[in-house]
Every structure is written in C-alpha cells, then in structure tokens.
C-alpha cells in the first residue's frame, strides 16, 4: 500500500464515524424507513462534494505557503477533532435532526451542509498534502451512503449513547491522525 492509500484511509474512516453518529441519532429519532436512501444520497452528495470545495482552496493555498501545508493540515485535522470531542451535546439532537429532514427541501440541504462541513476541513488538509482527488472523493461519497443506511439501521434499535460515542471516537481519530502525520512529517 501507497503512502497516499494509507493517508487516504486515515482520513476517510474517522468521517464515516462522524457520520454514523448523525445517521445513528437519525434512526433513534425515528426516521422512517422510506426516507432512508433519500438521506443517505443526500450525505453521501454533501459529503462528495465538500471535499472538492476544500481540495480547490487548499491546493493553490499549500503552493502558495509551501513546506509550511503540511503543518497546517495536521493543525487543521487536531482542531477538527477536538471541536468534535469539546462541541456541546443537546439531549434532543436526534429530534432536531429528524425535524430538519421534515422540512423539506431547504431543512434537507440544511442538514447536509451541516453534516459535511467536517469534509470542507478535511479537503482543505487533503488539498494541502496533495492527496489524489477522484480516489478520495469517491471514497467519501460511498462511506457516506454505507454508514448513513448502517447509522439509520441501527439507530432504531439502540440508544442515544451509541451516537456520542461514535462521535466521540470520531474526534480522536482524528486527533490522532494530524498527530501522527505531523510526527511523521517532523521524522523526514
């Protein structure tokens, strides 16, 4: 394995997390089932697409910084995934959620801008340490399908603690993965 299929990996497994923790509180809220694959397109979409928006701001941003991109992108990666482990919890996040879906469309596109600014993030980062676009788009649009039908599943069958906890976990990968790459980066 390429030393980009790995970091790809490493970037693409904390957001499912992040993302069957929405799906989860989705499915403890009481999502019905026939909306399930229109919020799961509608993920997968926001969080196909995010990435792009990052990639184009971070690729012309790390040539113009230089040597200084990859520093920045771990920053970016520790501070994503302490928001997510510091970020306040609401008891009742799983019925806003679900009142968004009801919305129509502007509380459906709501919730995915919501649900994928973490992929704006990790777009920039991606852009800055020039990782390969198509591979990691596609990625992140099937992760996002996967997890959000898994999320759905079985959040209607189990509790709110499974919800932070997968988000929880998401935070720390993430944590983890701009600190290994900046030790790795230091290491060169």
Not at 91 to 114: K, P, Q, Y
Not at 175 to 183: E, F, M, P, S
Request: charged letters at 15%; a neutral charge.
């Amino acid at each position: 394995m390429t030393d980009s299929t790995l970091k790809l990996i490493a970037f693409i497994l904390p957001l499912g997390l992040d993302t069957f923790g929405v799906a989860l509180a989705l499915g403890i809220a009481g999502l019905p089932e026939r909306h399930r694959t229109r919020i799961a397109l509608l993920f997968a979409a926001f969080e196909a697409g995010m990435p792009l928006i990052g990639v184009a701001l971070g690729v012309p941003l790390g040539h113009a910084i230089g040597s200084a991109a990859e520093y920045i992108a771990c920053a970016l990666l520790v501070a994503l995934g302490l928001y997510m482990l510091l970020a306040n919890e609401h008891e009742d996040e799983g019925a806003r959620l679900l009142s968004m879906t009801r919305r129509g469309s502007l509380g459906a596109i709501a919730l995915g801008v919501s649900i994928s600014l973490d992929e704006l993030a990790i777009g920039l980062s991606a852009g800055l340490l020039g990782l390969p676009l198509l591979p990691m788009v596609t990625a992140i649009g099937v992760q996002a399908f996967v997890v959000t039908q898994i999320g759905i599943g079985l959040g209607s069958r189990v509790g709110e603690r499974w919800r932070e906890s997968a988000e929880r976990v998401a935070g720390i990968a993430l944590i983890a993965l701009g600190l290994t790459l900046l030790v790795l980066r230091l290491a060169r």
